[in-house]
């Protein structure tokens, strides 16, 4: 069997999560299928990587400047489908195998408009529709997600997998030398109040409520 996965967002400069979501997920594939030479992966990018080597993955390389996924990925599945389809993301190129499966991070958009340009938010909702339609598996980080593809787009529960993120935990060698480091290039000292925020500054995030409940700590 051939899987294809859509690698354009593996090694992108400063990725937000989507980014590292494709990263983490791309390494899982890679390992798996080093391990099981029964099938193949086939990593569609815009760009060169730099992989592991093996006999049953391989880099499908295909350039090209804007839309990617929608122009030349949809090329390359007009011609050339593999069984199955991988998109860690919302946007299915328009001809894809009938096995299609992406991941739908969220839908923000519907739930806060303002936070979005009239073309961003026109453009997130048709393409959301068009995939939630074409797709035969989506996934989904949260039943909160699962709730909304069912309230705003009308996705059949069967469709839907809830999977949640996993969590990479390494050990520290020196915990207390490291947390001195990080205290000091925060800025902050052990009996400061302080929140962490792990994210891109941008309304969606909510970032406004997390100021008004640190304020009314202090």
């Avoid at 390494?27 to 990018?45: A, R, S, V």
């Avoid at 328009?94 to 519907?110: C, E, G, N, Q, W």
């Avoid at 995939?131 to 009308?154: G, M, Q």
């Amino acid at each position: 069997m051939k899987i294809g996965v859509d690698a354009s967002r593996y090694n992108v400069q400063s990725g937000t999560g989507v980014e590292l979501y494709s990263v983490k997920i791309i390494q899982g594939l890679i390992e798996h299928f080093k391990h099981n030479p029964e099938h193949e992966l086939i990593l569609y990018t815009p760009r060169k990587l730099m992989l592991f080597k093996a006999r049953n993955i391989k880099h499908r390389l295909i350039p090209f400047k804007r839309l990617w996924t929608k122009v030349r990925l949809s090329w390359e599945m007009l011609w050339k489908k593999p069984d199955v389809l991988f998109v860690p993301s919302h946007v299915l190129p328009y001809f894809s195998p009938k096995r299609s499966i992406l991941t739908v991070h969220d839908v923000a958009f519907m739930h806060m408009r303002s936070a979005y340009s009239w073309f961003q938010f026109w453009y997130l909702k048709r393409e959301t529709r068009r995939a939630v339609r074409k797709a035969s598996t989506i996934i989904v980080p949260s039943e909160a997600t699962k709730r909304d593809l069912k309230h705003f787009f009308k996705c059949h529960e069967d469709k839907i997998s809830v999977i949640y993120h996993g969590h990479e935990f390494k050990p520290i060698n020196q915990p207390a030398e490291f947390e001195r480091e990080l205290f000091e290039r925060l800025g902050i000292k052990r009996s400061d109040k302080f929140f962490l925020f792990i994210g891109r500054l941008e309304e969606k995030k909510n970032i406004y409520r997390l100021m008004k409940a640190f304020t009314s700590l202090l």
